[in-house]
């Protein structure tokens, strides 16, 4: 009888296995927002309804929902073709909105040492100095 640690050691034998990296601040922003916008956007119908109109399958339809993955670009396509939106309603990334903006910023700027966020901070105050310099009629 085969032990446990050898049948394993076999399965893999010659398979090369790469662990999945762990996400990053910004990236478990973005499945979040994503699956916020998706919930909103797809009200009053089915996971299953959505999978039909996009032809994308139910279960990786429930891990964006989820936040377990990120839709590929081609998917965020999919889905704002099948809802009759932008992409950038879905998925912040491909929008310009100040909205999509803040939420990268943020993600972005979780991810800095204290150190390298206060050189963020004093950066914003010296270029909103500069813009009140330049335009001093603007708030």
């Known amino acids: ?80 073709n099948a809802l009759g939106i932008h992409k950038s309603d879905i998925d912040p990334r491909f929008g310009h909105s100040g909205l999509a903006n803040d939420a990268c910023l943020q993600a972005a700027f979780g991810q800095l040492d204290e150190h390298h966020q206060l050189a963020v901070i004093h950066f914003a105050e010296r270029q909103l100095q500069q813009q009140r310099t330049d335009n001093p009629h603007q708030p």
């Open 1 to 80: 009888m085969i032990r446990y640690n050898d049948d394993i050691r076999y399965l893999y034998e010659g398979v090369s296995v790469v662990p999945r990296h762990e996400l990053s601040p910004f990236e478990r922003n973005i499945r979040r927002i994503i699956a916020q916008d998706l919930k909103i956007a797809c009200q009053g119908m089915t996971q299953n309804d959505l999978a039909v109109r996009t032809g994308i399958p139910n279960s990786t339809l429930s891990g964006y929902f989820a936040e377990r993955s990120t839709p590929s670009p081609g998917n965020v396509q999919r889905i704002a």
